[in-house]
């Protein structure tokens, strides 16, 4: 595995063309990774989303969130997104894609204008739902701070999603 080099505004602002190709609709999920603890990734075939637990394995409700009152973890920020495009970019090597953090990677037009709030995506048998609070790397429910290249990509990098039905299966292709 080659070393990351820094990318520059430069770097990040060539690759813009071929994120916006990315499919408006019919999306391809290519990724799954929970985070079964604090600074662990765990890239697994198949996942369990739940409307209570998230993506079943990931340890999202334990470790709460700063941003809530009681500092419980937010439903509305069960499962994160990234686009595949993106992250490729980023992160300079497939192996490198979990260290984003994210659980679910998508080939996929993940912009407020293509999803917004309220929207409904099925992956596999699971539906899930674009809530209204974007996952930009910068929460308050985060812990530790982002580089500055999340806060410049996050307006068509990711989103935040909740599961919006019962227990289902979603697999990458």
């Known amino acids: 595995m080659a070393e990351p080099r820094h990318l520059t505004r430069e770097d990040l602002e060539a690759w813009l063309d071929e994120i916006r190709r990315s499919p408006k609709d019919g999306g391809v999920l290519q990724l799954i ?9 765990e890239v697994v075939r ?5 409307p209570a637990a998230g993506l079943v394995g990931d340890d999202w409700r334990t470790r709460g969130c700063a941003g809530t009152p009681d500092g419980s973890a937010d439903p ?11 992250i490729a970019h980023l992160a300079q090597g497939k192996e490198r894609w979990p260290l984003s953090g994210d659980q679910l990677f998508l080939d996929l037009d993940l912009s407020g204008e293509n999803l917004p709030p309220g929207t409904r995506l099925a992956l596999g048998s699971a539906v ?46």
């Open 33 to 41: 990774v929970r985070r079964p603890q604090t600074g662990q990734r």
């Open 46 to 50: 198949e996942a369990q989303l739940d």
């Open 76 to 86: 509305e920020a069960q499962i994160t997104m990234i686009s595949s495009r993106v």
């Open 128 to 173: 899930i739902e674009i809530t209204e609070q974007p996952h930009t790397g910068k929460s308050s429910c985060h812990t530790t701070e982002k580089t500055p290249c999340s806060s410049s990509i996050h307006p068509w990098a990711n989103s935040s999603v909740s599961a919006a039905s019962m227990p289902k299966s979603c697999r990458p292709e």
